[in-house]
């Protein structure tokens, strides 16, 4: 049994310290805020991810598991460090690592014994070097010659299913510089390995790598699928086709090729815009990542531009938002794109009225002058247009005929492409999706597009078929 402590207890701070308790591990979750410690210690999640209080109380139940505002007792009682703190994006896009800094020199002022710090929140290459050299130059001001080592466990946790990510992760990358260090952080995830977990064991600057690449080119399919829907509305072709087509060559495969209004969440921002700062500091810009966020904020940005050509004019109008999270299964509203697109549509005069199943009280502390209801259909009551932003699952089989008496005007913009378009119209709804723009046989107009309209589509083919061409 390991004796651990996790400084920080936010979304991975609390999963690994829960995680780590599980397995069997002896582990201390630290956090400043005495008003988060004091509602963990009574039971209370400040977050909603599924089944993450049951583990958490199976372990506190146990005695694994403990909560502590005293970040100078946790580290004495402790071999193995954690850092789970916040790394948010500057105002150029590059992580701010005080957090972490203040936590490794906090370490370094207390320590009296060997101990393995770990690099858990995710950080630019170079940022356990750091580490390292700050520990050693603390110690060396304190006079005091304490053995210790540094080393990274990127995290690979998708909210909505983090607990089933750390219990039965894709591999465990373990980045360490002394052989020490690795036995220590293998034999804690000793459980995972006798599951036959791939273990990774690298260096550190290679494993903090591994998390910034893996995000980075998860972000960039989403990007590249969201290209292609575009293209899709231009030509009137069907983005969801294409995609499944793609997704079946086993060299591309299927996941993170569904188009919408782009990603969002606490993750891909932040690590796209950090892995780009960082890289162009080292002499080595990235162009791919470059543009995977650039087409992003494009992609983010053209959803108002939907609502505006199915609509028209948003002032006055009633607009009904269904899905607030940035995606399903979290109560998480970092960077949603369904905030951002409230937001917009109130600059334009609109309305909103907005509803998700989870996520609506953090969105409150976001949003102003949004009206939230109990459901979708109050929600729908009275709407000029019902937006779908987030596909949580009870809106793929909302009851249409209801749904349509509730509108003003049966119009729906499906941001994340969860209905059949002819299914909608045939409902007598007008439907918009995202890069599904085929309209009819060869001599039929694209749908309205991102960046257009109906019309405009139908100009041109018209246009086109006079010259002896297709639309």
Known sequence: MEKIAILGTGYVGLVTGAGLADFGNHVTCVDLDENKIAKLKDGKIPFYEFSLGEVVQRNVDNERLVFTSDLAKAIKGARTIFIAVGTPPGKGGEADLSQVFGAARTIAETMTSYKLVVQKST????????????IGKVLKERKKNVPYDVASNPEFLREGSAVEDFMRPDRVVIGTWSKKAEQILTEIYRPLYL???????????????IKYASNAFLATKISFINEMSNICEAVGGDVKVVAKAMGQDRRIGPKFLHAGPGYGGSCFPKDTLALADFSKALGVPSAIVNATIAVNK?????????????????????????????????????????????????????????????????????????????????AAKGADALVIATEWNEFRQLDLGTLKKAMKSARVVDCRNIYDPAKLRDAGFQYLGVGRGFDGGPNGAPAAASGG??????????KAKKKGGAA
């Open 195 to 209: 599951n036959e977990t791939p273990m990774v064991r690298t260096n550190v600057q290679t494993a903090e790598l």
């Open 298 to 378: 494009r992609q983010r940005q053209s959803m108002l531009t939907k609502v505006e050509s199915l609509v028209g004019d948003l002032e006055g109008k009633t607009i009904a938002v269904l899905g607030l999270s940035f995606k399903p299964q979290t109560d998480d509203v970092r960077d949603s794109v369904a905030l951002e697109l409230i937001k917009g549509m109130q600059k334009k005069g609109a309305v909103v009225r907005a509803y998700d199943p989870i996520a609506m009280e953090t969105a409150a502390l976001e949003l102003k002058n949004v009206d939230f209801t109990q459901d979708a259909y109050e």
């Open 453 to 462: 309209s109906k019309a405009k589509a139908s100009k041109k083919a018209g």
């Open 123 to 134: 950080v630019p290459v170079g940022t356990g070097r750091n580490v390292h050299e700050l």
